[in-house]
């Protein structure tokens, strides 16, 4: 079951009926419930999976822990600070211990689903140079709805717990709860417990303001799913299927088109569950801050899918920028008297690649998403090292930075760069990708634009009119969200007002949306990681 199917909608419905029928403080366990039941529509072998995810994080989390409660009961019967410092120590030990069992075993479970199927060839091959009959499968491994989302939130909560951020969930169900609820677990955010496991906790009133601010934010992000990327969708496709060459200007187009496609996708997906969230008074965490509008690629992927990005700044970067090996490489740079520019790269090198390399892996497997993670390593190296250097580079040859068109060409050159990075993985293949860059470059053929060869790709001219113009109109409400949420300016309106505005997108995206033959509602593309 996916947002976009009206079983959801149905299923919604019922759960925020049964939710206010209940009393305030047994509602939570109605989200329970209805979440349990809700992930069972995906088969019933995800729920061995998530269980044992949930339940041995749970224990491990409560049982560090405990180490930690004792540690603090010892220490403050001791007066000697040394004694305090050993105490200390000792309940890290033990607590790492546990840390690193859970997190090989949540980080492998994630990984035999993910990448097996990846080990396929070269495993029959060495089979077949063995000598050996039969083939090696990862077909029998049906991936659990929303692995990657629970199993990172899951990871987070246990370092938070061993860092002592957050204190451990006494309550297993109030743990499952964080980790399966429904509006979060087919596309994330990946939340973090100190944020939503403490929302859930809440006191969950009905608030009319609220519930129609959710329905409205509902309302826009089918528009974006329905009108904007899957209309698009279908061109792309048909583009980079095509049987017959291409020309390099439609290239370029379906280029851009794919830039809007998976982040009307994407955001449209996080809008319906943040809005569904909404009406019920829990808020999930913002995953998108307008991306485009950014300055720098460094600036983007802080505003583009926040919470994956959090997720590997606290819980790899960070880690590894402060470890002993990169202390000591810091330290190195200091005795050689390098200048600070080498100082500076030398230890960004190391955490910025591996952050990157594991983020592309994260997304898929195979070359293309090694190298989409080597890829934007390479920017954010040249950002963090050598950004400085090119603004004053900028400013000597006489450039205004501070003014609208040096902003206007630094927010095309980041989604240029982005673009660069689907270019990677849309198509499939890096040898594809290379072929699609060369006749793009080599072939131009403008004229392909204009002759009729363009509405031969998936959308005829009223379809393909209608996907610019939609196009506009989200382009033109994302600019005007940038200074205020367009459902705060609306909620100062007069009532009717509000209501023909939320109806006309109703009607858009009944009208507009795209149901034909060959439809699949099932298509979300961030449900794949």
Known sequence: MTYIELTFLLFLLVTIGLFYLFPVKHRWIVLLIMSVLFYGFSGVRGYIWILITSLSVWLGGRRMGRIYTKMAEEQASCTERKQKKILKAAAKARCRSVLLALLILNIGVLCVFKYTHFLEHPVNLLLTRLGRQGSFSAAFLIMPLGISYYTFSAVGYLLDVYWQRVEYEKNYARFLLFEIYFLHILQGPIERYGSLGQRLKGTFRFDYERACQGVQLMVWGFF?????????????????????????????????FDVVFIYADFSGCMDIARGASEIMGIEMDLNFNHPFSSKSIVEFWRRWHMSLGGWFRDYVYYPLSTSKRVKNISRWCAKKQLSKGAARGLVTVIPVFVTWVLTGLWHGTGLPYVAWGIYYACWIFISVVFGEGMHQFAVSRGIRTEAASWKLFQMARTTLIFAGGRLLTRPGSLGFSWRIIKRAVRHPQVWALFDGTLYTYGLDWKNFILAIASIAVFGAVSTMQIKQPLRKTLAVQNLAFRWAVCLLGVLAVIIFGIYGPGYDAASFVYMEY
């Open 224 to 256: 974006k799913k329905l009108v904007i990327a899957d209309r698009l969708n279908l061109f792309i496709n048909a583009v980079y299927g095509s049987e017959y060459p291409v020309s390099g200007a439609i290239y370029w187009l379906t280029i851009l």
